[in-house]
């Protein structure tokens, strides 16, 4: 099935629209947190989880979401407790796991590299599939390729997956699977944290000025 990308600032009944049918009213929200905390980086902003509930539950609460999980690594236990005691206020589901050190040695060069990783991955799958007969509708929120067979899965069943992420952070795979895919940047609007805005909206305005001293030199240029 080929997914539909977005690539325009959609409205709250575009984003409806995109969710499905109204009569798809039970909604699953999983969301792939160290995926999305890259992802938000390479955008230049980050969105409020509170926000994409209230979107997915629509203006009236059209939907109703089943459950809204949240699934994040941790360096060492009580790590950013207060994000996630947040994330538990409005309504999510937290499952952590603590991060495991790697060290990379590359014999070529000789350097010696440290990542962290934790892979939430069979957890997601798990809660996905173990609760799959209580919602019509599957939202998922990561760009991660692996996903794809459990996508797949979910939709021979009759869900309706959608996948929300952002380029370059999502795989091709995972677009295709997707009864729709919805860009982060096209419900940018909707989600997007207010500290964000506003400073998107100074930078805009900060870019506009500097853009008129531009043009105001110039023209002095011209007509010495």
Known sequence: MVGVIFNRQMSLEDFQRALGPKDMERVGLFIDGNNMFYAQHQMGWFFDPKKLLEIIEGRNRERYIMLANWYAGIKMPGDSADFYNFLSNVGYRVRTKLLKEFINYDEETGEVTVTHKA???????????????????????????????????ALSKGKRVIVMSTQPSISIDLINAASTYVDLRSVRDLIIKDRDKERLERERLEREKERDRVTETVKKVITR
């Open 119 to 153: 892979n939430l991955d069979i957890e997601l799958c798990s809660d996905v599939l173990a609760l799959i007969d209580q919602y019509q509708i599957i939202v998922l929120v990561s760009g991660d390729g692996d996903f794809t067979t459990m996508v797949e899965y």
